[in-house]
């Protein structure tokens, strides 16, 4: 086939096009892996039904990913470990969601030529010299890229492939008039409202004794949050060399070792060169900036009991044994040592409670005699108009109805007069339309997502993927 390509094109001079242009089917998210042994294969990455996703494919497929990324994309991804994970998981999440689209399209009996290759590759404007086909430009790209001609017919035939199989989730799906017309009078529906305001700051409540603070505490007390004093051993390694790991892993055994024969982590670590640290009391929320603490440690360490060090945990600098050295349990503070920040609530809280008794009152005379006093009127959409806390209420409950709302800082009574039908605006009414329309897809697609999941379950080499992640 491609010796095919080579007779039928002329050979001009060509400059060498940067990066490898191909288009892939990354739209899908890939709900997470299900977690399982029983592949041998020290290549295999995972298996999605009977295939296998392989460390060669996913460098393939990263390449070609970093080629198509700025210096300074390329940057951030490596210099924050998150976004390197994040990164791979992308990446392999695309790998999965191919080859689920890949088997699909087999089981289907769904073919490619090589004629269709052939034309699909000539039409290429990359691979193209004053609108002909060049050779010359089509071995400079595929030497640029790393691509064997054979690697990037493959690629193409299934690029291909997964577009017959799910070509037809892009058919626009023709959407329902009532639809569409019941969810713009939602969205662009009018009401109209009176409300008055009674905010907090209008009532003066005075300075509370202390027995009114330490009623106040004893109702609202302040809790002081469970701390972990922590120490741990490292032993370093480059996790994605195999020799490193192995040898880091025979060290950290021994470690292991020594600590269970009652050395303490300091004299362990001192013994094996390995790195000690120590930390003193954190809470969950506060934890110590050191790149180990990420939040699976944080997580490990809260879940563990006092004075009980950890198994060996691989982590992307190496394996790590953790001890829980002190824990404090959460507690109540003393009240004089809060005293002073108390009285700033305790006010807040008695002006709320006279604001609600006014606004109370206000409601009483609305549902008697239809008065209330110092209304404002307004017609309001669901985002202006008035007070957020207002739009909601307005919008959440009928037409005729009477209601206290709270906000922040004041209690609102609301009378909710009418609602009034929007006008119909042919640009607005045709983004509900569209938007309907993506809703219907990304349903359908969900749908077929998960039939592929079903179809094709995911498994994870998890000893051979946690070594090539450094997990």
Known sequence: MLEYLRNAA??????????????????????????????????????????AVTMQQFNLEKSRVMSNMTREQQRAVYADPAATMAFSD??????????????????LGFVVSDARIAREIREFPEFQMNGQFSTAMFDAVLAHSGYTEADFARLLRDQILRSMTLGSMSVPLPVAT???????????????IEYATVKFSDFN?????????????????????????????LIPADMSKPDSYDAAYKTAQSVEDDIIGGESLSKAASAHKATFKSFKAFDAAHRPADELMTDAIVAKIFSM?????????ETRRGFVIIRVDAVAPAHNAEFDSVKKN????????????????????????????????????????????APAA?????????????????????????????????????????????????????????????FLMRTYPVKINSKVYNRFFNK
Do not use: C
């Open 10 to 51: 002329e050979k001009p001079l060509a400059k060498i096009l940067i990066g490898i242009l191909a288009f892939s089917f990354v739209g899908w998210g890939v709900a997470e892996y299900i977690f399982g042994g029983g592949m041998q294969n020290a290549n295999t990455l995972a298996r999605v039904g009977d295939e």
């Open 90 to 107: 992308g990446i392999m999440a695309t790998l999965v969601t191919q080859q689920m689209a890949n088997s699909r399209a087999n089981d």
């Open 178 to 192: 009532f639809a569409a017309d019941a969810m713009y009078n939602a969205r662009y529906g009018m009401r109209d």
């Open 205 to 233: 409540v005075g300075t509370p004794t202390d027995a009114e603070l330490r009623a106040f505490y004893n109702q609202n007390p302040h809790i002081v949050p469970e701390t972990r004093t922590v120490s741990y051993v």
């Open 305 to 313: 009991d006092e004075g009980v060090e950890s198994e060996l945990i």
């Open 342 to 385: 108390l009285v700033a609530d305790w006010t807040r809280d008695a002006q709320r409670k006279q604001a609600y008794v006014k606004a109370n009152e206000l409601l009483v005379d609305l549902n008697k005699d239809g008065k209330l006093s110092g209304k404002k009127s307004a017609t309001v959409s669901r985002t202006s108009g």
């Open 390 to 450: 207002l739009l909601v209420s307005a919008f959440n409950t009928p037409a005729g109805t009477n209601a206290i709302v709270p906000d922040a800082d004041a209690f609102y009574v609301l009378s909710v007069k009418s609602e009034k039908a929007p006008k119909t605006d042919t640009k607005n009414m045709a983004n509900i339309k569209n938007e309907l329309q993506n809703m219907s897809i990304r349903m359908l697609m969900d749908d077929y997502n998960s």
